[in-house]
């Protein structure tokens, strides 16, 4: 399976990780999957909140689940994540600090739309320089 063929996959499943967003206040609804080094997938979707502040996106539902599932910080291979956006969409600064800290820096992002356009970038290209303790 070519490298194209593997990110589609995984954008197949945050499609369908998508379908369970909590999102009446915004509307807009984002799908994760997560890929880790085993070749297990987590997955996430963005939860919604009457007090907006406390809102997961889908990226933090989808690492979150993760590490509380016992996967290590660090044992990460790839994530997707899917929303109705023109272009592929970015995820929030939030989530790339999030991702900086239990994700490889090299580990590929794949950003996608529901039209099936997509881009790629790195962790560590999301957010050069990202805080550490
Ligand atoms: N959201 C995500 O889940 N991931 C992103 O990458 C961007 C934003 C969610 C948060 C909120 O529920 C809704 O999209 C609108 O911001």
């Known amino acids: 399976m070519s490298l194209e063929e593997?990110?589609?996959?995984?954008?197949?499943?945050?499609?369908?990780?998508?379908?369970?967003a909590y999102a009446p206040y915004s509307g807009f609804r984002v799908g994760c999957a997560l890929l880790d080094l085993t070749g297990t997938i987590h997955y996430g979707c963005n939860v919604e909140n009457a007090a907006y502040?406390?809102?997961?996106?889908?990226?933090?539902?989808?690492?979150?689940?993760?590490?509380?599932?016992?996967?290590?910080?660090?044992?990460?291979?790839?994530l997707a994540v899917v929303g109705d956006t023109p272009q592929p969409i970015t995820p929030c600064g939030v989530c790339r600090q999030v991702m900086a800290e239990l994700c490889p820096p090299d580990m590929p992002v794949i950003m996608a739309n529901v039209r099936g356009q997509f881009a790629v970038a790195?962790?560590?290209e999301l957010l050069p320089g990202a805080f550490r303790l």
């Open 6 to 20: 593997r990110y589609r996959q995984l954008i197949d499943h945050a499609l369908r990780a998508r379908e369970r």
């Open 53 to 78: 502040g406390p809102t997961n996106c889908a990226e933090r539902t989808a690492l979150f689940r993760a590490v509380a599932d016992g996967v290590a910080p660090g044992q990460f291979a790839a």
């Open 122 to 124: 790195t962790v560590s």
